[in-house]
């Protein structure tokens, strides 16, 4: 099992930054990747941004390039989201998630932290 507990949503104007932090615990040898995906009010679930332990090598969605960065402290098991220009349909609950090699939705998730970007 991977516990993963992420912190520092809030409520920002538009424009502003926020930054999500994602501790994994437990069985983290496992992890492959670990990523952020975001859910607003009456939609799914959509991919944010993950990152690769192994490389590196990040990804992330087309909407928030240039704006987010994804970053990792292995040694710490912790995953960060620095979100900048933060506009209001960023607005969602941001959740953590770690990929064990078989895809996001067999692999471990957080609560959820949730973000709101005023207008």
């Known amino acids: 099992q991977v516990q993963l507990v992420e912190s520092g949503g809030g409520l920002v104007q538009a424009g502003g930054s926020l930054r999500l932090s994602c501790a994994a615990s437990?069985?983290?040898?496992?992890?492959?990747?670990m990523g952020w995906f975001r859910q607003a009010p009456g939609k799914e679930r959509e991919f944010v941004a993950s990152?690769?332990?192994?490389?590196?090598?990040?990804s992330y969605a087309d909407s928030v390039k240039g704006r987010f960065t994804i970053s990792g402290d292995n040694a710490k098991n912790t995953v960060y989201l620095q979100m900048n220009s933060l506009k209001p349909e960023d607005t969602a609950v941001y959740y953590c998630?770690?990929?064990?090699?078989?895809?996001?939705?067999?692999?471990?998730w957080g609560q959820g932290t949730q973000v709101t970007v005023s207008s």
């Open positions: 990152i690769t332990w192994s490389t590196g090598i990040p």
């Open positions: 437990g069985r983290t040898f496992r992890t492959y990747a």
């Open positions: 998630a770690a990929n064990t090699g078989y895809g996001w939705t067999s692999g471990y």
